[in-house]
């Protein structure tokens, strides 16, 4: 069965990085969607980043220039990373990797409806 296991998150102060990592397993189709999603306690999940296998990008309006989503296809287990530069206390989250193994990945949305597939999730905390 499909597997994604994120990792990579921890404390930071404001205008710190971090690398969140999500490797992904248990899937054959090729040609998905991928995406970093949060969500903060008494909000809504919102969409992050987003990949498709061509390495067309999306991001959020609040990341845009602060977060670079990457992926890494050559290793046996596909690998998601978000690399977050500085950090605001506003990025606060429970961040969390998903994919759409249900079709072929023509735009890569932010819109998390449209995942069928997530990880158990990272937290990430800015103080």
């Known amino acids: 069965h499909v597997q994604l296991v994120e990792s990579g998150g921890g404390l930071v102060q404001p205008g710190g990085s971090l690398r969140l990592s999500c490797v992904a397993s248990g899937y054959t189709y090729s040609s998905h969607c991928m995406g970093w999603f949060r969500q903060a306690p008494g909000k809504e999940r919102e969409g992050v980043a987003s990949i498709g296998r061509d390495g067309t990008r999306r991001y959020a309006d609040s990341v845009q220039g602060r977060f670079i989503i990457s992926q890494d296809n050559t290793k046996a287990r596909d690998t998601l990373y978000l690399r977050m530069n500085s950090l605001k206390p506003e990025d606060t989250a429970m961040y969390y990797c998903?994919?759409?193994?249900?079709?072929?990945?023509?735009?890569?949305?932010?819109?998390?409806?449209?995942?069928?597939?997530w990880g158990q999730g990272t937290q990430v905390t800015v103080s």
């Open positions: 998903a994919a759409d193994f249900a079709r072929t990945c023509l735009d890569p949305t932010l819109l998390p409806a449209a995942y069928n597939s």
